[in-house]
T-cell receptor, first 109, second 114 residues
Framework: NAGVTQTPKFHILKIGQSMTLQCTQD?????MYWYRQDPGMGLKLIYY???????DKGEVPNGYNVSRSTTEDFPLRLELAAPSQTSVYFC????????FGQGTRLTVV | GNSVTQMEGPVTLSEEAFLTINCTYT??????LFWYVQYPGEGLQLLLKATKADDKGSNKGFEATYRKETTSFHLEKGSVQVSDSAVYFC?????????????FGQGTELSVKP
């Protein structure tokens, strides 16, 4: 049972470029989330989804987009990357408790 | 709004010392409460949880009791080990009416020395 899988694990992006962080889960969970983790700040919710075809903004959605075409996948899209988006990104899924992926460490230079 | 506040770290202890990491919350209603642990270079793992007042969550020697009167969920362990060195996050959620979103505290780094 793989749980929540994120790719890539590390990435360096240039300012203004775009990329998609991938997240897939094999637990058939309806709820999925994207968080970013910055030092000393805990985790902040970017976007979440309560099921396929339904997404909603979290606390810090600006500069990001998501889609949820299937129950399994919840990709996070960064458009026009900025240095402020340098962070560690975590995807999670839940039924009654959340399971997290290993994270993607993204650097925007 | 809903929020979680944890004691600031880093916390440095000697092996076999007693651990307390304070966590208090502000919430409208009665959330479920969680402690997550993050080992270096890894994602978050659920450590323990409590879903209603006076519940005690426990796992791997760690315990926390949901105290509604003091809106607290302090994490304790009687004797820490070097392998407990990690960052600990307190969190709350309202599963059924807020999409299951977790609200996290800022995290407390624990370092245990031999």
């Amino acid at each position: 049972n793989a749980g929540v899988t994120q790719t890539p694990k590390f990435h360096i992006l240039k300012i203004g470029q775009s990329m998609t962080l991938q997240c897939t889960q094999d637990m058939n969970h309806n709820y999925m989330y994207w968080y970013r983790q910055d030092p000393g700040m805990g985790l902040k919710l970017i976007y979440y989804s309560v099921g396929a075809g339904i997404t909603d903004k979290g606390e810090v959605p600006n500069g990001y987009n998501v889609s949820r075409s299937t129950t399994e996948d919840f990709p996070l899209r960064l458009e026009l990357a900025a240095p402020s988006q340098t962070s560690v990104y975590f995807c999670a899924s839940s039924l009654t408790e959340a399971f997290f992926g290993q994270g993607t460490r993204l650097t925007v230079v | 709004g809903n929020s979680v506040t944890q004691m600031e770290g880093p916390v440095t202890l000697s092996e076999e010392a007693f651990l307390t990491i304070n966590c208090t919350y502000t919430a409208t209603g009665y959330p479920s409460l969680f402690w997550y642990v993050q080992y270096p270079g890894e994602g978050l793992q659920l450590l323990l949880k409590a879903t209603k007042a006076d519940d005690k969550g426990s796992n791997k020697g760690f315990e926390a009791t949901y105290r509604k009167e003091t809106t607290s969920f302090h994490l304790e362990k009687g004797s820490v080990q070097v392998s407990d060195s990690a960052v600990y996050f307190c969190a709350l959620t309202f599963f059924y009416n807020q999409g299951g979103k977790l609200i996290f505290g800022q995290g407390t780094e624990l370092s245990v020395k031999p």
